[in-house]
């Protein structure tokens, strides 16, 4: 599973941290981070809910 | 179960076709929305797209169709009816027989008792809405606001944003003092006033006025604002006129029940959804946020093929709102009674977090263009955390 972010589209509003906080993170200079670009299986689930919650929806998943 | 139809053609319907899809679901499926379009996104309706940085093909809430959804789209058709007991429920002037039901129906704007149907006048929930505010807006037109909530505030900072003559007119001593408390309400203020709009608070409306299009806005004090256009943003309702004589229990929405059922078979998901949340020692709810119809969505077509084994829609509720360029989030359910505590930044600048205390624990937070932290809170709330572990956090991570 590999993440890609659109960043054009990203409006670093954190929901993506709320559900897969191992995923995704914003920091205090208000841009989002991936701390891991192909996340385990283990992850699937969460950043699924990530997927669907971001409400610009700028993340998308490869494999 | 053969066919399942969805009534309502937004966000939450459409995120409920989609997940019952990808969950294995390969019986009929019907999308029925009254709107002509095809599901498109609502909160850009006050931001990007009137302010026209995003355009129709940008708000489009499903870019790549619906073939794979093999889903039959009925649109700009209307569901009137519903008959729980036959299950059927007639859409336009035809009578469809349903196995699951998914009621997505929304809501709609609340109207001012004496609205005229004057030209300028307006509400916003549509595109169409949208569009011919934005008409306006881009004409020059001076725009008065009634409401200083979510909708109101955001459509100020557009109008502000392309200068427009911007009056709001609140009824209440303070922006969405109800909710955020009076703190938070003179940040609000104290926003919309340093980018130049002409906050009136405390102000009742008399009437609106104008010879064939509005003109003027009369108030309860005597005093009168020009305009040209005017938004009524007082407020939304449960769309559910339609399922007045169901035999469903309608009270300020749907009531479902914790797994958002409203009867066998049949279930409710959005801004029209009323149910007991686990989260807030099962106080009845409606939210009429984004992330919560996204995720309802989902949760009540998991519930109509699950059947029996549902399990319970828990979840701290979240929204954002962009006015100016301060991003505006909180989570929780808060009141302003609730102790409120400054944990980040100062409410004197335009980024800080405060969180709200009730009975011991964390009930709310809410950041000016402080994501990262409000998101951490929320954490504390989903956790029914104490408050004293929440200032920890806060004297850690300042
Ligand atoms: C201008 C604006 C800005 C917003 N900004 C934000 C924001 O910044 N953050 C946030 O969290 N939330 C925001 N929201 C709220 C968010 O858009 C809603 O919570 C969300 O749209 C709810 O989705 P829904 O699918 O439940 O209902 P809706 O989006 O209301 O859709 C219901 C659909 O059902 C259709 N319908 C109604 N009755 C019938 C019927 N009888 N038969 C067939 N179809 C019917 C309607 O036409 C409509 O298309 C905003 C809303 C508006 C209007
Ligand atoms: S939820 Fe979406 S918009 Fe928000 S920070 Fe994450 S990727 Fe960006």
Not at chain 1, 45 to 51: M, R
Not at chain 2, 121 to 128: D, F, G, Q, S
Request: glycine share 10%; net charge negative.
């Amino acid at each position: 599973m590999k993440i890609v972010v659109d960043f054009d589209k990203c409006k670093s509003n954190a929901v993506c941290m709320g559900a897969a906080p191992e995923v995704f993170e914003v920091r205090d200079d208000n841009f989002l981070y991936i701390l891991q670009e192909a996340p385990g299986e283990d992850q699937r689930p969460a950043v699924e809910e990530a997927v669907r919650t971001c409400p610009t929806g700028a993340i998308s998943v490869e494999g | 179960m053969d066919h399942i139809v969805v009534v309502g053609a937004s966000l939450a319907g459409l995120r409920a076709v989609e997940t019952l899809r990808r969950e294995g679901f390969a019986g009929r499926l019907t999308l029925v929305g009254a709107e002509r379009h095809e599901p498109y996104d609502r909160p850009p309706l006050s931001k990007d797209y009137l302010a026209g940085t995003a355009d129709r093909a940008a708000i489009a809430l499903r870019k790549d169709g619906f073939d794979d959804l093999d889903v039959v789209l009925r649109l700009g058709e209307t569901a009137h009816s519903l008959d729980v007991d036959a299950r059927t429920v007639g859409i336009s002037d035809s009578t469809v027989a349903f196995d699951g039901l998914l009621i997505a129906t929304g809501a709609h704007p609340r109207t001012l008792p004496t609205q005229p149907a004057l030209d300028g006048v307006h509400t916003l929930r549509t595109v169409e809405d949208a569009d011919a505010i934005s008409k306006w807006i881009d004409g020059g037109a001076r725009l008065c606001v009634i409401g200083a909530g979510f909708i109101g505030a955001e459509v100020a900072a557009t109008a502000r944003g392309k200068g427009r003559e911007v009056t709001v007119l609140e009824a209440l001593p303070q922006p969405m003092v109800r909710g955020v408390g009076p703190v938070i309400g003179a940040v609000l203020a104290r926003l919309h006033r340093a980018h130049g709009v002409d906050l009136r608070l405390g102000v009742g409306v008399q009437s609106i006025a104008g010879e064939g299009r509005v003109e003027r806005v009369h108030l309860v004090d005597g005093s009168v604002v020009a305009c040209d256009v005017v938004l009524v943003a007082i407020g939304a309702l449960p769309s559910t006129d339609w399922l007045t004589d169901s035999g469903l229990t309608v009270d300020n929405g749907v009531v479902c029940d914790a797994a958002l059922r409203a009867a066998p078979g049949i279930v409710a998901a959005g801004d029209v959804c009323r149910w007991p949340n686990a989260a807030f020692d099962d106080e009845l709810m409606r939210i009429e946020h984004w992330t919560n119809a996204a995720e309802q969505g989902v949760h009540a077509a998991r519930t109509l093929l699950a059947g029996e084994s549902a399990e319970p829609f828990v979840t701290v509720p979240f929204v954002w709102s962009d006015q100016y360029d301060v991003k505006i989030q909180s989570a929780g359910r808060f009141s302003a009674d609730d102790r409120m505590e400054v944990v980040s930044g100062s409410t004197d600048d335009d980024r800080f977090v405060a969180i709200f205390e009730r009975a011991g624990r964390v009930s709310g937070v809410l950041g000016f263009s402080q994501p990262r932290r409000v998101m951490q809170y929320r954490r504390f709330i989903a956790d029914s955390a104490s408050f004293a572990d929440a200032l920890a956090f806060a004297a850690e991570n300042p």
